[in-house]
Every structure is written in C-alpha cells, then in structure tokens.
C-alpha cells in the first residue's frame, strides 16, 4: 500500500494544495496506521474476520472497517491520545480512505460509518497588552543585525495576525513600503494584502537598512527574515526566538508566535474592527472560526496600544 499512500500524498500536495505543515501531519498518522497494519495484533484481527494476510507487505484490502475502529481503539486505550489526537489522526485516514474509495483501489469506504470523537475545542490564549508591550520592551534592548530582525518580525506579527509560516515565508518583493502594506500567501495558495501599522514598518525600515544586509552576507536571498547564516528563518528558529525573549521579559503567559495571532485577534476585535474584516486578516476560510475570539474573555483593561507605542527606540 505505500505506493497507494505515496500517490495520496501527490494529490493532497497538488490539487488539494494542503501546507507542508498538515502534509507532515498526515504524513505521521498514516505511518501510524501502516505500523498498526502489519503489527501482530492487526494480524490476528484480520485471520479473525477471514481475510488472508499478503506476504508481501500491507495491501489496501487491509484497511477493512474492523481494522480501522480497531486502529482507533489501540489509540484510545494502549497509545492513551487525547480525543482531539485522535480526530485528527482519524481525518487522515478517513481522507486517505475517500481517496482509495475514488482512485478503485478499494470498493467500500471502511472508515464511512465511524464517529469522530466529541472534542471540546479549548479557547485560543491570547496575551494581555501589558505582556505585548513587554515583549516589545525586551526585545528594543537586542540592537545586533538579528535583534533588529525579530523586533520587525514581532511587530509585524502582532500588527498583521499572520501566521508563523506566513512570515518566514515573506520575500522582499512582498512589502510595499509606500503603501506600508505586505502581501501573503495563506492556506490553499489564499493571497491577502494585509496594512501595516505605522510602529511595524518604522522597524521594518531599520532592519532592512541596518541589520538585513549584515545578516545576508553578500547573498542574493530573496527571503525578508534571514538568519545568522544569510538564509532564509525557519518557523523553528523564530518559534525559539520567541521562546527566549518570553523568558528574558519574564511574561508568565505561555508564548508562541501564534500567540501574537491570537492577541492580534483578540485585542483588534475588542478595538472594534468588524468580524468579516477580522476574518480576511486573518486568511479564515470560513467566518465561523473567527468567531471563536468572540468568546475570548478580555485580560486587560485598557485599550489596545496605539501603534506609537510599538514604535522601536532609536
């Protein structure tokens, strides 16, 4: 079956134009259920429902309904996931199973008739204006080529709402100083042009014109974040450079870029911007997931920042 399961990764990756971050995802639960597939237990399952096992590897005759709610089962009880692991692990394999359903592969869809587990979805957590502006203090006193960088990507982060893997992915051609707008691409190849606050593209100004040329090294990156190495920053490298200034700062709440999706979300909601702006912001695809910050009870009292306050010293 890892041809079937190769061809599926080519069809999610091309005509479902699903990020790299979700294929990794899928990529994981499917090797999971492949694992769970030749394993003795799945074996005996099989010979139990008297269908033969191939001698030469996992076939797609294998994934029968009873295999599949047992898969789920070994989740549950022996792997002890969360239900919300589990719904997603289980929207994998239901995908990969329509897939097979549709390409022949199989005649009957053994996944069609299983529940997902209920998951109370959690509040998203978003940062009070104080633990933003702290962020913001701690990181003005970084004045090196990269302390330059993550004081523009902060700002920016917490200006636009973009995601993480949105704003390493921007390049120079993205940004349009005059209009102090940026332009990004989000989930199924979305393209919005998001404004940018007058406090965001005072640092972005400074890091193009006094740390980006230092940290490119002579290189012809087109990327906008590059790293101490003159190439592009990874989602991995800000998620630990977000990690450190949290500590540095001493804000107590959790601290993710993420977060400052959140925070953006929250604290532009509470400011009054409507929620089917707040929605292209933001790249939802649908309202409904926008209206979840709605929900978010506020953690400060005073409004959010002007973007004066945001503004980098020196």
Known sequence: MIHEIEEFFGYLAGERCLAANTLAAYRNDLDQLTAYLASPRAVRLLAASGNGKATDGIRPADVTRES?????????????????????K????????????????????????????????????ALSVDDVLSLVAQVDKRQSPEGLRDGAMLRLLYATGMRVTELVSLDLRDLDQDEAAIKCVGRGGRERVLPIEPGAMLALRIYLSEGRG?????????????????????????????????????????????????????????????????????????????????????????????PALATPVG
């Open 90 to 125: 289980m929207a994998a394999v239901k995908s990969l199973c329509q897939y097979l359903l549709k390409t022949g592969s199989i005649s009957r869809n053994p996944a069609a008739e299983i529940g997902t587990p209920e998951v109370k979805k959690p509040l998203p957590r």
């Open 68 to 88: 599949v709610a047992d898969f789920f089962l070994f989740l549950k009880e022996e792997r002890r996931y969360s239900p919300a692991t589990i719904a997603r």
């Open 214 to 306: 230092r940290l490119a090294r002579g290189g012809a990156t087109e990327a906008l974040f590059l790293n101490h190495r003159g190439q592009r920053l990874t989602r991995q490298g800000f998620w630990l450079i977000m990690k450190s200034l949290a500590r540095e700062s001493g804000v107590s709440a959790p601290v993710t870029p993420h977060t400052l999706r959140h925070s953006f979300a929250a604290h532009r909601l509470r400011a009054g911007v409507a929620l089917p702006r707040l929605r292209y912001l933001l790249g939802h695809a649908n309202l409904s997931t926008t209206q979840i910050y709605t929900r978010l009870s506020s953690q400060q009292e005073r409004p959010t920042p002007s």
